[in-house]
Nanobody, 122 residues
Framework: QVHLVESGAESVQAGGSLRLSCLASGPTSFDAYTMAWFRQPVGKERKYVAAISGDGRNTDYSHSVMNRFYITRDNAQNTVYLNMYRLSPEDTGDYFC??????????????WGSGTRITVFS
């Protein structure tokens, strides 16, 4: 029911910044969905990055990105963003957005985008 499309695929030098976007279509009320970003480095498993509650009040981050990445959302545009700063080669991988009808405290990631590739070179 919810279709997610990421954008922002790019190569960037280490230390740089990028902004990823995820546009949601289908939900009658986008602000009812908890949103998140995951990433999957080449040859490794997909891992959680960050999440944001439907109203944008609450956010959560993995330790690896804390204080460097910031998740935001614009419910009027049905869009969630991942603002990334001080990127390093370890941040390279495919980034996916996901949606949950359940709250940020107990999410169930039922909807996924197809991913966007971020390459950070040194």
């Amino acid at each position: 029911q919810v279709h997610l499309v990421e954008s922002g695929a790019e190569s960037v030098q280490a230390g740089g910044s990028l902004r990823l976007s995820c546009l949601a279509s289908g939900p009658t009320s986008f602000d009812a969905y908890t949103m998140a970003w995951f990433r999957q480095p080449v040859g490794k498993e997909r891992k959680y990055v960050a999440a944001i509650s439907g109203d944008g009040r609450n956010t959560d981050y993995s330790h690896s990105v804390m204080n460097r990445f910031y998740i935001t959302r614009d419910n009027a545009q049905n869009t969630v963003y991942l603002n990334m700063y001080r990127l390093s080669p370890e941040d390279t991988g495919d980034y996916f957005c996901a949606a949950s009808a359940l709250p940020i405290t107990t999410p169930q990631w039922d909807y996924w985008g197809s991913g966007t590739r971020i390459t950070v070179f040194s």
